[in-house]
């Protein structure tokens, strides 16, 4: 639209797109829109968080591990039983709530410093706390009354419990490392004893959810 | 035949082209080795400067043997941890009951390895070569993000039999991968989908192997190529030797120095694609290794250790570890919110400061001289580097190595440390001090 200036010449409007103009701007902003977009759809990579299975009652008994050449590895996936743990320094790699790897072991009570243990016994989660190797009790050192990591050479003190900090901030109590780089003590798994069976007490499960 | 071209041609104009291709194919590359040097055995020393194209023809060895696997590979990982997946029965069946499926296995699997090797040659003779100096800085930065490449898909490849080795190997490598400050956990996320390993990981793992990286390395390698066809190789030293031809390096232009690719370049290249396929496929029927016992996350197998190109890293992991550990150095949990002087983390900003060298090399070293002797100081960071890379690489058999040579870990660790401070050193100071004297003597010589 142009108007007419006083003296009939034609005077330029102050804001005048042409068609042409309209068109590219029209063009160009469809393609950064649809490219923006089509950005978000990215998020799909992100791992599907809602389709893990759900946690209703999940027993709590511990069951043994896997592995082999230990006194345990005639009976992987069954109960943990309180008379199996007959002597001081005996202990069995366990699995806690089908997911959480953990070491439980019979302790000598009077050694043990800032903890108590339940019936003699006491737990760790086996995931080293360094790139989550699962650490072993006595199997590779059979002398020294550690929990150690082979991946890396992480030891850590069950006899020695400290208190530690997670990234996340939580506080909790662990086995000190003594050894090696494993940055945070190995969490204690409080248990209890149930009907001669050992199980694990499910408070703060968030707190053994370090290796994701 | 001419008639089938000239239909071809009548449709599609493609004479021009093929004349172009011709053209720079036959006249872009340096014939160093057939005109000043023709007495040479040329091909016994001359497998550096042709370490590039026996890449080139493992990482065709790779396609083929790789599309063959994949004929029945079945990528899935669901299934109780420590009993046999689809992937891993898949590759059993691979190995027992397919037609010579063994051997196509065998194949991939040292290919890759040798991939790798060739790989490594190539990087450092170029890095000593310096032929970045002469307006090829693209073909490094590609031939860099190559390199790389190459490790993310012998990384991904590694997990897809689902067994002990490849699962431990890998969770080791996203456990440090998620300790990068702020960005880890978003990265291995997105990466691998989720923060530790699961049926979702190998099914990414897959797609990256067998659908994602080959696009990118077709356009990034074949980028590479095609600039060297374009731009010519960097020629090797001996140019330097005839000045008389007073040609400047590295133009690419016809002349005296330069001639055809076929038939002069194209025979070391066959010969030495010939030879390492001999070796691959000796390797590959005599040698090739079964997938270990079906991954089981809840167990952490006796010996682990990654693929031997990656023991550097593993062994600066722990080698940090001991020195903190000899320093009676405790760092701090906490440095601006990440633990920043962790030895993962420590170990990650090396690793990735080296490689930030690597691709910046056209940058940080400018100037004229390329040649290998008048560059004391390059030349000598360069042994030190292989030297560094090397005793690391003991340093991460430390336990093997204690076990097998019955020394207690302690004292095996003292001694493979101490190396991995002294003889890189050893080996760098001597090269220094006479590469110096070298150029100052041939200065001198010169003026």
Redesign the interface.
Known sequence: MTEKAADGSEKKPRCRIDRRQFVQTIVSLGIVGTVVSFMSLLMS????TGAGEEEGEVDNVLKY???KGTWYSDRPGTEVKLEDFDQIGKGA?V?WRKRI?AIVMRVDESKLRDATATNGLIAFAAACT?????S?WRL?RPNEDILW?????GAFDPYNIVKD?M?NGTEYLGAKVI???P??AAPIIPIEIKDGKVAGVAKDLGLYDY?? | MKKLYEWFDGRFNISPLIAEAQRSVNFALPSTITRQNRSKIFWLGYPYYYAGSIVAFLAILQGITGLLLAFHYVPSAVGD??TPTQAYTSVQNIMKFIPLGALIRGIHQWGANLLVAALAIHAFWAFFRSPYRVGREISWLLGAVSLGLALAYSFSGYLLPWDQLGY?AA??S???M?SIPALG?LI???LL????LSA?TLARMYFYHVSLLPVVALVLVGAHIVLVVLQGVSEPEEVWKTEKTGQKPGQGQAGPLFGPFIPHQIIPVLILSLITLGIVLLLGAYAVQMPGDPA?K???????APEWYFLWAYGL??WV?WL??IAHFV?P?MVFGV?LL???VVGILVAATMFLVLVLMPVIDRGDEVRVLRRPLKTTIGVWAIGLLSTLTLYALN?ILSSILSIP?GTMNVVLGSIVIVAPLAAAVPVYALLRRHAAKATTQEA
């Open positions: 990579l992100l791992p599907n591990g896997p592995e790699g699995l790897p360094h790139l989550c190797c699962i072993t590779d990591c082979r991946c890396h050479d900090v990234p050894a090696g780089p940055p945070r290796c994701g | 941890p420590g431990w969770t080791i996203v456990q440090i998620r956990d291995a996320q997105i989908g989720g923060t530790s979702a089981n809840f167990l952490t197998p006796q010996f682990i992991l722990k570890g903190y550990e760092p949990a633990d962790s030895a993962k336990e870990i």
